[in-house]
């Protein structure tokens, strides 16, 4: 009982985390380009990796294509472009609707789904289509309430919760292709690889588009990111996968609504944002949705 409690307490601690990143640290680095700051994420926790899990090199030339080409694939889309999306979305905002925008960022597990039913054949749960229907229906009202898309300057919110979307499907997808990883490899090499091939994609790209300027990084700045390095790069991870080995998948998927409540109070606490009751009403609604499609897929 006591393993279970502590797995528990590891699970509900990785997303508080992951909802103070989203809500307090990630968005303060809102004077640096997107891309520069998702290229900072993967590489200062890869160079931290390197300290204690060095053995990993020992598979770099062992891989077969296919392993080449799904850590690619699990890199492109779980590394950088979903946090390329998801950092893009924040910064729009500006300190605005955070919660919103995390939020609708929860979806993926709806994407992950629905790509695993196609591209891996696993058979759709019960009444997939129709929580699914309710999730995305909800997800409208949470970003917009009762009021039509607003397209007329100031805070876009609507371009923010479409890069939320994109950054859903491209984790979800992540999901999948991380599937085939974990089939031949352990978590350990799985996340060092996604941050190795990450930190490559991301460093061609800052330097193809010319937006690698590390003088634009303000002392702040850099303690920023090493604080995101240390919590949400490496220490939530291990973290919840420490409490994934000690509960049920099911009891999980319970733990990690847990995720929302913080993302709201946090926002509120930091920013004083606080959502509607329409907006209160839809995230409680999508949470459910979700909670219902990851429970029955996972049964």
Same mark, same amino acid.
């Given at each position: 009982m006591q393993k279970i409690i502590l797995g528990a307490i590891s699970i509900v #601690?990785? #997303?508080? +985390? &992951?909802?103070?990143?989203? +809500? !307090?640290? /990630?968005? @303060?680095?809102?004077n640096l380009d997107a891309a520069l700051v998702v290229f900072m994420?993967?590489?200062? =926790?890869?160079?931290? $990796? %390197?300290?204690?899990? !060095?053995?990993?090199?020992?598979?770099?030339?062992k891989f077969s294509n296919p392993d080449y080409f799904y850590f690619f694939l699990v890199a492109l889309f779980g590394g950088a472009l979903g946090t390329l999306a998801i950092v893009k979305a924040l910064f729009l905002v500006n300190f605005q609707q955070l919660s919103v925008i995390l939020l609708l960022q929860k979806l993926q597990p709806l994407f992950a789904i629905f790509l695993a039913i196609i591209l891996l054949g696993e058979k759709m749960g @019960? %009444?997939?289509?129709? &929580?699914?229907?309710l999730? *995305?229906?909800?997800?409208? !009202?949470? /970003?917009?309430?009762?009021?039509? =898309?607003?397209?007329?300057?100031?805070?876009? *919110?609507?371009?923010a919760a479409l890069y939320a979307l994109l950054a859903a499907f491209a984790f979800g997808?992540? /999901?999948?292709?991380?599937?085939?990883?974990? /089939?031949?490899? %352990?978590f350990k090499t799985a996340t060092f690889y996604r941050f190795f091939f990450t930190t490559?994609? $991301?460093?061609?790209? *800052?330097?193809?588009?010319?937006?690698?300027n590390f003088g634009n990084i303000t002392q702040t700045n850099w303690i920023m990111f090493l604080v995101i390095a240390l919590l949400t790069g490496i220490g939530s991870i291990f973290?919840?996968?420490?409490?994934?080995?000690?509960?049920?998948?099911?009891?999980?998927?319970?733990?990690e609504l847990s995720f929302p409540v913080f993302a709201v109070l946090l926002d509120y606490v930091f920013n004083k944002n606080l959502l509607s009751p329409v907006q209160l009403a839809a995230a409680a609604? $999508?949470?459910? #949705? +979700? !909670?219902k499609i990851t429970r029955q897929q996972k049964a």
């Open positions: #601690a990785a #997303a508080a +985390i &992951w909802a103070f990143d989203g +809500i !307090f640290l /990630t968005p @303060r680095l809102f994420f993967h590489l200062i =926790p890869f160079l931290l $990796m %390197n300290s204690f899990l !060095f053995c990993q090199y020992k598979y770099l030339f @019960r %009444n997939f289509l129709s &929580w699914a229907f999730a *995305v229906f909800s997800g409208y !009202f949470l /970003t917009f309430g009762f009021s039509l =898309p607003n397209l007329s300057g100031g805070v876009n *919110v609507l371009y997808s992540a /999901t999948v292709f991380g599937k085939k990883v974990l /089939t031949k490899y %352990n490559i994609i $991301m460093l061609i790209y *800052v330097l193809v588009t010319d937006k690698i973290l919840y996968y420490h409490g994934l080995n000690k509960v049920k998948a099911s009891v999980s998927s319970i733990l609604v $999508m949470t459910l #949705a +979700i !909670f």
